[in-house]
């Protein structure tokens, strides 16, 4: 069903973008698969809470799920990124307090809650996807295969008691009823408590029209501007955020309640004043957005339309989500990309969502000797190209689609 009101305050939505029929971005399938389920990726704008949101969604039910293929512990960047993010938001009084509880929603494989294990502090993580979740109870860590909501955050509560830090990374721009979500952090959280999240941020998605952050798990692009918003609403309270590297740029907010009277810090407020410039409050910031999507498909398209033509072997590198977007928005198929290259194993056999471009082994990648190779995962460049350099050293071509179409290697 599309929407035409706002999922946060109901209010009419303006529709800014459709990307046409999307499969789930992370349904890598068999090649003989037919009726293959798709949806209309389309994405509007709340010009009343600033809220950017797609308009239809399929059920979570579709997405996360028993095999689930995306493992955190597969990046050594996202491995240290959350080293950093536990030595700076748990302090030393709270590892050193035994009643001290750190919940961790969408805790994938327990890539960060190993860090909280480590400092033997008493902790949940809650993710609704068995096989990630039993990877994560391997190493002993101490999690649940739920969807957090607010019935779930009761349980939690009489169990453990309030927690003092929650985190989540890249998980609540995933969850639709956000209503239902911030009432369970409200059960959850401790009066004196941090609620800290991390998502891929929207100004950086408009900056760089890294359209390819838009798909189906992805019902919001936050902002400052939004986020407060929405904290609002709850009586909880911005108190500071911190731009973030990762996955092409996020933003990690901080939330305290309304009643600790704590203010938003110096730097969320210069971030806040950023997004006033750009306009962020603005339709028709959105408008030129999806101008750009626009050009950015042809201009990709054209490149590997004329590459093709002289005869190159064009690979994929990354069978990331983000990819599925951009494949099927472009119209790309195995005519023009040949092969994706990937390290997870559930991925390796299968084909590409909605493309059906056959995803492979880096090993046979290189067996293939390509002329060129997509970065899809272009949010870890660095790590590839130290990863990679004896391919590029061989004299294979990287492309880019964000934030320009062109070689990487050839700035
Ligand atoms: P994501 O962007 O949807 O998180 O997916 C990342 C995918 O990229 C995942 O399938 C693993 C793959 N990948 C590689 O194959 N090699 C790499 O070096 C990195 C960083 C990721
Ligand atoms: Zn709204």
């Known amino acids: 069903m599309e929407l035409s009101r706002c999922r946060i305050c109901q209010s009419q939505i303006s529709e800014i973008i459709s990307f046409g029929k999307m499969p789930i971005a992370n349904a890598f399938v068999e090649q003989s698969l037919q009726n293959e389920y798709r949806f209309n990726l389309i994405a509007g704008y709340c010009t009343s809470c600033y809220m950017f949101q797609l308009l239809e969604q399929p059920n979570p039910d579709q997405m996360f799920h028993e095999s689930y293929p995306f493992f955190t512990g597969l990046s050594m960047t996202m491995k240290k990124h959350f080293v950093e993010m536990s030595k700076n938001h748990i302090p030393d009084e709270i590892v050193n307090n035994k009643d001290s509880f750190i919940i961790e929603i969408g805790c994938n494989d327990g890539t960060f809650l190993q860090n909280v294990m480590d400092k033997k502090i008493k902790h949940l993580g809650v993710d609704p996807s068995k096989n990630v979740?039993?990877?994560?109870q391997e190493k002993g860590i101490n999690a649940i295969a739920e969807f957090y909501s607010a019935e779930i955050s009761r349980t939690i509560d009489e169990k453990y008691g309030k927690a003092i830090r929650i985190f989540a990374s890249n998980v609540i721009c995933h969850i639709p009823d956000m209503h239902d979500f911030f009432q369970g952090i409200k059960n959850n959280l401790s009066p004196e408590g941090e609620f800290i999240f991390e998502e891929p941020?929207?100004?950086?998605?408009?900056k760089k029209t890294s359209y390819d952050q838009l798909y189906d798990e992805h019902v919001y692009m936050f902002s400052l501007m939004s986020i407060q918003k929405i904290a609002d609403m709850y009586d909880l309270i911005l108190v500071d955020a911190i731009a973030q590297d990762t996955?092409?740029?996020s933003m990690r907010y901080v939330l305290k309640h309304e009643s600790t009277g704590q203010k938003l810090s110096q730097q969320g407020l210069n971030l806040l004043d950023e997004e006033r410039k750009y306009e962020l409050d603005k339709l028709q910031t959105y408008q030129t957005f999806a101008m750009n999507c626009e050009s950015r498909k042809q201009e990709f398209v054209t490149l590997l339309n004329t590459l093709k033509l002289q005869n190159k072997v064009i690979g994929g590198y990354a069978a990331t989500s983000k990819s599925t977007t951009v494949l099927n928005?472009?119209?790309?198929?195995?005519?023009?990309?040949?092969?994706?290259?990937?390290?997870?194993?559930?991925?390796i056999g299968t084909v590409a969502p909605g493309s059906h471009i056959p995803i492979i082994s880096h090993e046979e990648m290189r067996a293939m000797k390509?002329?060129?190779?997509?970065?899809?995962a272009w949010n870890h460049e660095k790590e590839i190209m130290e990863k990679e350099h004896l391919l590029t050293q061989q004299g294979m071509k990287w492309?880019?689609?964000v934030p320009e179409v062109g070689l990487i290697n050839e700035k």
């Open 329 to 347: 928005y472009c119209g790309i198929d195995k005519n023009l990309i040949t092969f994706i290259s990937d390290s997870t194993p559930e991925k």
């Open 399 to 401: 492309i880019k689609f």
């Open 247 to 249: 996955h092409g740029g």
């Open 201 to 206: 941020y929207l100004l950086s998605m408009l």
């Open 133 to 136: 979740v039993e990877k994560a």
């Open 370 to 376: 390509p002329d060129y190779l997509v970065l899809f």
